[in-house]
């Protein structure tokens, strides 16, 4: 096996495609070297350890399978030009086709992107569903351009990786600051090209091609994961349960609505602008449409708006970080004041402060797990499109939980098995998954 592991590791080497570069250079291209995917290897490596697999193997599943860099160009509503780099890595086809978000935020870049996709891998393995790991993404502040401007560079990254990507290929689906919008841009551009493909993309608005349920589906996914971590280490139910939630997105917004509907008590809330406290609980729907009106949350009568970065140290049982990454350091790991941490974001704790938060006897539940229901209903969206179905509401609900519960279960018994941290356990399950279809599918 060693020697099929060798061979299998120079065919994978770092294959990085440089696709449509023009020459045109712009001001976004800034890079910050963010040390994601050196923290994402670290808990990798962790797992490896556990496993005692050989070095070679190491090697095959930590490198991407390919990278891709890109320069996009559009005509601004100004008619001047700007470039913006954008990323698709693919870590990992050896389960399925690869899967994985794309994200449009300044800060992306090659190192973020490459960690995420990674991480997409192991995801997709704890969740047992039939995919690989990859992700996209643009290096761009999406609220600087207009909608016009948007669809423009969407469709220009779809016609700049349409070779690779595809129903069977590649599946992109929503990140931060991407939608079902998006989405239904990227499945026009695709389909314009390759012909009517509503399963190149997952993430897509209801009325084309979209899923039932698809919208919510991380965030009822984390309660799903909150509710079984409760019940194991015999701590109850959500109900009466205090709840801070950073991040008040796509996913911490209907975390939040749903931890609030099985009677969690949601004391405080932020978004990149501001948080929110009532330490008796926010009304989440009420929030929402005062968002959704245009407001701030910072001005949300009902609570009172304190400094974003005081929300992770407030005292509370269950803290979701449900933003950005790397934000629980060996800085601040100290300062948090809560009995659980639910990783709804992808990355959000550092090696460092998963130290600190293990000798403090905080539990985490690691993000290949909590946040696995978006790429979960992503999956039940892509069989649809396969098979031109619409499946009910609650069927899709039911599903995920079951889905859930089942990856809970396998990471729960590994985690009691081995003695080791639940983000071990889930890297170690789903390294072994990976591991295992390699070998079936074989190296030559
Ligand atoms: N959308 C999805 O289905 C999935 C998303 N995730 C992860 O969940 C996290 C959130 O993603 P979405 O909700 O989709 O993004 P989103 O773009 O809908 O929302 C992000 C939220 O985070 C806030 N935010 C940004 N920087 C912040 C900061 N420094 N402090 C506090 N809040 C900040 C934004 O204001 C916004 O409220 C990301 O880490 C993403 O990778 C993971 C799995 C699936
Ligand atoms: O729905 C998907 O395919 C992937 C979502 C995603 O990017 C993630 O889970 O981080």
Redesign the pocket.
């Known amino acids: 096996m060693l020697r099929a592991s060798a061979r299998a590791c120079s065919r994978r080497l770092h294959d990085a495609l440089t696709i449509n570069a023009p020459l045109i250079l712009s001001s976004t291209q800034a890079r910050h070297a963010s040390g994601h995917s050196e923290n994402t290897n670290t808990f990798i490596k962790e797992a490896l350890r556990e496993l005692e697999y050989p070095e070679k193997l190491q090697r095959l599943l930590l490198t991407p399978q390919r990278e891709v860099l890109v320069e996009l160009v559009i005509t601004k509503d100004n008619g001047e030009i700007e470039t913006f780099n954008a990323y698709r890595v693919q870590h990992d086809d050896s389960r399925g086709p690869f ?3 794309l994200r449009y935020h300044p800060h992306v870049d090659l190192d973020d992107v490459r960690s ?1 996709a990674s ?2 891998t192991w ?1 997709t393995a704890v969740m047992d569903i039939p995919f690989g790991g990859a ?1 996209g993404g643009i290096t761009v502040d999406p609220k600087a351009l207009s909608e016009r401007e948007l669809e423009k560079l969407t469709r220009k990254l779809v016609q700049s990786i349409k070779d690779v990507i595809g129903p069977l290929m590649d ?5 931060m600051n991407t939608d079902g919008r998006i989405m239904a841009w990227a499945f026009d551009e695709y389909s314009k090209h390759q012909g009517f493909s509503p399963g190149v993309v ?2 897509k608005p209801v009325h084309l091609h979209g899923s039932l349920g698809r919208e919510a589906a ?1 965030g009822r996914g984390t309660v799903f994961a909150t509710r079984e971590l409760l019940k194991h280490t015999g701590n109850g139910t959500i109900a009466g349960k205090t709840i801070v939630v950073q991040g008040f997105g796509n996913v911490g917004a209907w975390a939040a609505e749903i931890f609030a509907e099985q009677g969690g008590k949601v004391i405080a809330v932020s978004d990149a602008e501001g948080a929110v406290h009532n330490e008796s609980g926010l009304d989440i729907p009420a929030l929402r449409r005062h968002l959704a009106s245009g407001s701030k949350l910072s001005s949300f009568s009902e609570g009172t708006a304190i400094d974003k970065a005081s929300i992770l140290s407030l005292e509370c049982d269950v803290l979701v970080p449900a933003a950005i990454g790397g934000v629980i350091t060996e800085d601040n790991a100290d300062s948090l004041q809560c009995r659980f941490v639910i990783e709804a974001a ?1 990355g959000p704790t550092t090696p460092g402060g998963d130290q600190k938060l293990r000798s403090r006897g905080i539990e985490v539940l690691p993000d290949i797990y909590t ?2 229901g ?2 979960t ?2 999956f039940f969206e892509w069989v649809q499109n396969l098979q031109n179905f619409r499946w009910e509401e609650e069927d899709v609900n039911r599903k995920l939980d079951r889905t859930m519960t089942e990856a809970f279960a396998a990471v729960w018994a590994t985690s009691k098995e081995k003695r080791i941290p639940l983000r071990t356990a889930a890297f170690v399950k789903a390294l072994e998954r990976v591991t295992r279809a390699h070998i079936h599918r074989g190296f030559d």
Not at 171 to 175: E, L, S, T, Y
């Open positions: 899967k994985g978000g995420l991480l997409m995801k992700k599946i992109p689906a929503p990140d997952t993430g991380t992808n946040n696995g978006g790429v209903v992503s």
